[in-house]
């Protein structure tokens, strides 16, 4: 796709409807939850091609291998970029500027994310496990050549997708 080319004509037809996107999240929580049974830092996400059918998923490994910037590399490894822009990145969270990138990169169509990168923050402070940057994922997203659409928050689904943090983060915490 031309970098100043937005999607319309048959991309157009390709979106996902809220409820859709809602379910994907949700598929992408269940991963994060997963990810904790592994040692992992909760999150997660999912590739959803056009058909809206999870291609691949993935948990968080570890401070710089996030599950976003892990996923969108198996994918850009997996598929062609034209076919990655037909797709949509889903995760639990919002991505960081790290994640934002590679999404970016991968040439993915599309990102959907359930809750907002403050509310994370609130909940693990200044943990050096997760040194977050107030550096919102539209933002990266909106700075390149290409139009990456971009879904979320979704309020609705924030205490659940939270859950898992506030057990994860807590004993971690410093009085």
């Not at 997660?44 to 969108?72: F, K, S, Y």
Request: hydrophobic share 40%; net charge negative.
């Amino acid at each position: 796709m031309p970098p100043n080319e937005t999607r319309s004509g048959a991309n157009a037809a390709i979106g996902m409807t809220r409820n859709q996107m809602i379910a994907h999240i949700r598929a992408a929580d269940v991963v994060a939850r997963d990810s904790v049974v592994h040692g992992h830092h909760p999150f997660g996400a999912v590739l959803v091609g056009p058909d809206n059918v999870i291609l691949m998923r993935q948990g968080n490994i570890n401070t710089v291998r996030h599950a976003e910037t892990e996923l969108a590399r198996r994918a850009a490894d997996a598929y062609p970029p034209e076919f990655l822009w037909t797709c949509t990145l889903v995760s639990t969270g919002e991505s960081c500027a790290m994640c934002a990138g590679t999404i970016y990169w991968a040439n993915i169509g599309r990102f959907v994310y359930g809750y907002e990168e403050a509310k994370l923050l609130a909940l693990t402070g200044d943990d050096p496990e997760n040194p977050t940057m107030h550096l919102a994922a539209r933002t990266v997203l909106g700075s390149g050549q290409k139009k990456i659409e971009v879904h979320g928050p979704f309020p609705e689904l924030e205490d659940e997708l939270l859950a898992p943090h506030r057990d994860f983060w807590k004993p971690r915490s410093r009085a």
